[in-house]
């Protein structure tokens, strides 16, 4: 039996560990993946798509800048897909048509109960941010039943445009929006969602957000703690996490989509930290 393609899609695209990650979930569960990394031309995600599943292959991650196109470029959408706006991951379904779906809100989830220890029933959590990132992981997290989520941006139109989005989502949760200064009490939970980190900046949001009990989770990875991590920390973060267990947990869910077996996270998140 030969090897069967996926491989993830992005540009810039040489420092992506999907292939890394997905090779160590081969090697674990058995299952004959080969995946690589492929670069898109800019102006040509639809075609560097079409060509791929048109050579065989099985499925696609969508990474930076394509999220949206792949949203975009899909027959059918996941009900989580239809919702975050954005597509991390491509199939072809038994008529041969695209399908979009969005492990990434799962992907945070999972990593902040199973191996943070981090149960969001309960938990004021504070979102920073209002792009794609966030949108991602609203509801999934509103479907653990947090007692309050607030969306802060930058814009307030663009996180109050969220809070319309997942309000029929929210049940007893209280779902609101605001800039990013107006936060002004400690949070449960902070999620960076904007791409600050990146850049080695910090959203403008106020230290008082941080009590003795915050968890700060980053959604970046880094292999030193992030720029916003270590603010978190300086000004009193119980504890701080990155996104790397973040993205081992939505490549988890990707392979479970594309091959019905489920992996396990643990020691693959063990294996690139001390990479």
Known sequence: MTN???????????????PRIHSLFACQTGELVEYTAIQAPIDEFSGTVRHFFERGGKGLNVT???KEQAWTLADHRTTRAEKA????????????????????????????QNNHGVALK???????????????????????QPAALTIANRTVAKAEALVRLFAKDAGATVL??????????????IIN?????????????????????TVVYDMMYS??????????????????HDGLGMLVEQAAESFFVWRGVRPETAPVIEELRTD
């Open 64 to 66: 930076v800048p394509f």
């Open 122 to 144: 309960g938990l004021k959590v504070l979102v920073l941010g209002a792009g794609g990132a966030a949108r991602g992981v609203i509801g999934p997290i509103l479907a653990e």
């Open 85 to 112: 706006g954005a597509a991390n991951t491509l199939y072809l379904d038994q008529e041969n048509e695209l399908v979009a779906d969005n492990t990434d809100g799962v992907g945070i989830v999972r990593d902040l």
């Open 193 to 213: 969602g904007t791409s600050a980190s990146l850049q080695g900046d910090l959203p403008p949001v106020s230290a008082n957000v941080i009590g003795p009990a």
């Open 176 to 189: 609101s929006a605001s800039g990013f200064e107006a936060p002004d009490q400690p949070f449960d939970l």
């Open 4 to 18: 069967e393609l996926y491989a993830v899609v992005g540009n810039p695209i040489s420092h992506s560990k999907s």
């Open 223 to 240: 292999l030193q703690t992030t720029t916003f991590n270590q603010w978190a920390l300086d000004n009193g973060a119980r504890r701080v």
